[in-house]
């Protein structure tokens, strides 16, 4: 179990957009600051080594015990990210809130969509949510509109969950804009050590332009899905914490940006790996990397074991980048933590065992799913894209005929792509016949990886977890196992949501 592994597409998150900890934007800190700095370039310098800060939490409003009750408006809103320049984003209640209840409650968010003229909606991504409360692009809420989302957080589904907007054509913006906000169910007995602490660092992307603002997607962006200038982890540029020599911590890592390829390692410390997308692993495995894909999400224990500096750090990692302009990958510090020389109090063990996972059991379906890209030009399909302006997308005005395709098809509204039966097991396989790593989400459920094939060579993963999102490198087929346990229209699609904006979405209606 101390085997140090690779954990190649391990953990699943898509969110995006800036986080905005520090996004304590207030009209006197904007009118304190008179004197404008000078413009130069078009990244401007984020400040380093600020004191890492904690997302907002949503209060519960509620007095019953077992409600989570509160309010979620989406507004525009503006967070200044270097000095003297205000970048305009969008928030929900002007940050980026952190929602934590517990496993038995029951939620109910009154929502209220204050983005000036476009739909939007919450999606509840990996959570168990009825069909009808998950945000789907078929729901929106209107500019200046409302709705409640109800639903129950039932026994063991303690994880790390998070939510965004998924309205029709305009999940990427609304995204990278800054709406993205996370939501951790809590068990009823947690078997991590509560001394560890419980740490979220959600990780964004921010590009912005030397006036603060933040530019439309390239080509190149519609083509890999857009990456910034700068990763951000709870909104600020490599933040700094405290640790004790010998202190373990608990973090969970979010990877909420649009397309960001996260390959991850900590330098001066280890790290265990104690959950995935759907809550804790069975047992905890030592890592000395891992990759994480836009939505994907992973828990540690990161054991501060040196004195000094230790950095979480980016790898480069070849997610098979189209065109120029592969953006440098490695060498990104995402967080740095000044450990003492002087010794922490002794800290419990973590326990060898976490929980016990059930395997799916055997497949009465098998449903295939192959991912292709076709680039206009180079396509023997001839029909020009139509710009997919029927969507309302507003992707800038010719993707030049790109289209991302599952099953040789693009994403209908109207259209449904599968019909299942709640309860079921099924087999899906997910081939990939593109050149680029597309990250496979599925709505309404967790899901079971049962192998991965690429050239021929099998390999199951090294242990069993809960995943709503999955890799799937260029080249490879994953076989996964899931059961859909509520009724209703679910998404899948490529989690680059620029990706999914362009397509590579479908429906399977399940069938109560
Ligand atoms: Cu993270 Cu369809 O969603
Ligand atoms: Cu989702
Ligand atoms: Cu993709």
Known sequence: MHRRTFLAGLAGLAVAGPAAAQMKHDMSSMSGHGNTMPLT????????????????????????????????????????????????????????????????????????????????????????????????????????????????????????????????????????????????????????????????????????????????????????????????????KNPAMAAALGEKRRFRLYNATNARFLRLRFENASMTVIGTDGGLIEAPVAVDELLLTPAERIELIVSFDKPGAA??????????????????????????????????AAMPPLPAKLRAIEPLGSPVVTRRFVLTESMGGMDNDSTPMQGMDHSGMSMPSGSMGMKFLINGASFEMNRIDEVSKAGQVELWEIVNDADMDHPFHVHGTQFQILEH??????????YRAWKDTVNIVGGETVRILLRQDLPGPRMYHCHILEHEQLGMMGIVDVQA
């Not at 094939?453 to 090294?462: I, L, Q």
């Open 41 to 236: 370039g078009t990244n401007p310098v984020l400040q380093e080594g600020q004191p890492l800060t904690a997302l907002p939490r949503l209060t519960n409003q509620s007095a019953v015990p077992g409600l989570f009750k509160a309010e979620l408006a989406a507004e525009p809103g503006f967070i200044r990210f270097a000095e003297g320049l205000d970048t305009p984003v969008l928030l929900y209640n002007s940050t980026n809130p952190v929602i934590e209840a517990r496993e038995g409650d029951k939620v109910e968010i009154r929502f209220k969509n204050g983005i000036p003229g476009e739909p939007t909606t919450i999606h509840w991504h990996g959570m168990p949510v009825p069909a009808d409360q998950d945000g789907n692009p078929g729901d929106p809420v209107a500019p200046g509109g409302e709705r409640i989302y109800a639903f129950d957080l039932p026994e063991g589904s303690a994880a790390s969950y998070w939510f965004h907007p998924h309205p029709h054509g305009l999940t990427a913006e609304q995204v990278y804009r800054g709406l993205a906000g996370v939501f951790i169910v809590k068990p009823k007995d947690d078997p991590i050590p509560p001394e560890y602490g419980d740490t979220v660092l959600m990780l964004t992307d921010l590009r912005i332009a030397a006036d603060g603002t933040m530019p439309e997607s390239t080509m190149a962006d519609l083509m890999n899905g857009r990456i910034g200038d700068h990763v951000l982890t709870n909104g600020q």
């Open 311 to 344: 950095k979480l750090t980016t790898l480069d990692y070849e997610r098979g980048w189209m065109g120029p302009g592969k953006p440098d990958e490695a060498g990104m510090v995402l967080l740095t933590a000044n450990v003492s020389e002087e010794a922490a």
């Open 453 to 462: 094939e690429k050239d021929g060579k099998v390999t199951a993963p090294s």
